[in-house]
């Protein structure tokens, strides 16, 4: 980011790539480049700041993968673009956990990464590894998973975000606007199973997911473009989970949501 290149070494020129083709997948929900936006609001900061609409949209021509090239493991951005690869890291790193874990046998591990689960077979007694999915208003939980060797990833609003004249700015930046998601969920969860390279997609999807709203994520879920199941919670009081894990999935009733298995 601050020379414009550089070579880099090849774990990471496979990252960068595994990112921009997420973001390209994703219509730029996802986008790897909105590190300059991600500086100028500093949510995440000590000092966040409601910029002004010229400061957002100076530097909305600088977000977008097409700034990025890469050449084997030489990677150049075009002047001002700047990489942000916080998105999906956590998620790489239980991919390269679930790696480290093959490699010495061990075949029974929960992993939670701060909105990042990797369940690795069962619990040893041989039941489903129990994995909650926040309430994003409250106390407590929403719903429960059952899981065995699945990644789950969470991305909220609730998670980080400041306020500002009565107003609330939650972390998750839309690339297309330069402002946080306004998109209509409080949570989206990706859940998908334990196979190389899921934590990555689901950590991506996850956010991409969140800015993309109900009927988009629903949408690129339907696709099949990635195979993975997805629970939704909206602002308007409704839980959503896709029927791939509707035998995985229970809800709880005191949460205050209307429950629905989306098919």
């Known amino acids: 980011n601050r020379q414009g290149s550089a070579d880099v ?16 997948t994703t219509g730029g929900a996802f986008d790897p ?3 300059p936006l991600v500086t ?17 949209d100076a530097l909305l021509p600088l977000v977008g993968v097409d700034h990025v090239t890469a050449d084997g493991t030489h990677i150049t951005l075009d002047p001002g673009c700047a990489m942000d690869l916080g998105g999906i890291a ?6 390269r956990l679930a790696d480290i874990f093959a490699q010495y046998g061990v075949d029974s591990a929960l992993v939670s990464l701060g909105g990042n689960v990797y369940a690795r077979g069962t619990k040893p007694g041989g039941d489903a590894w129990s994995v909650a999915v926040q309430h994003p208003e409250q106390d407590g939980y929403a719903a429960m998973l059952s899981l065995t060797d699945a990644f789950a990833v969470t991305s909220g609003g609730y998670q980080r975000y400041f ?28 859940v998908a199973d334990g196979a190389a390279g899921n934590g990555t997609m689901c950590d ?13 994520a629903l949408e690129l879920w ?6 993975f199941d997805l629970i939704l919670v909206t602002e308007d009081g409704r839980l959503l989970a896709t029927a791939g894990i509707a035998d995985r999935f ?3 009733d005191s949460a205050g949501y209307a429950y629905e298995i989306v098919s």
């Not at 100028?40 to 957002?56: A, C, K, M, S």
């Not at 956590?90 to 991919?95: I, L, N």
């Not at 606007?177 to 990706?190: C, F, I, K, Q």
């Open 163 to 190: 306020e500002e004249n009565g107003q609330v700015y939650h972390h998750i930046i839309d690339p297309a606007t330069g402002r946080p998601a306004e998109s209509g969920l409080t949570s989206v969860t990706v």
């Open 40 to 56: 100028l609001w500093g949510i995440t900061t000590d000092n966040p700041q409601v910029p002004r609409q010229e400061q957002i």
């Open 33 to 35: 480049t909105v590190a």
């Open 9 to 24: 070494s090849r774990e990471t020129a496979d990252l960068i790539a595994d990112a921009v083709a997420l973001s390209r």
């Open 250 to 252: 229970r809800p709880d």
């Open 90 to 95: 956590k998620g790489y790193a239980s991919d």
């Open 222 to 227: 339907r696709s099949g473009v990635y195979d």
């Open 204 to 216: 991506a999807l996850s956010t991409a997911l969140f800015v993309m709203g109900e009927d988009r």
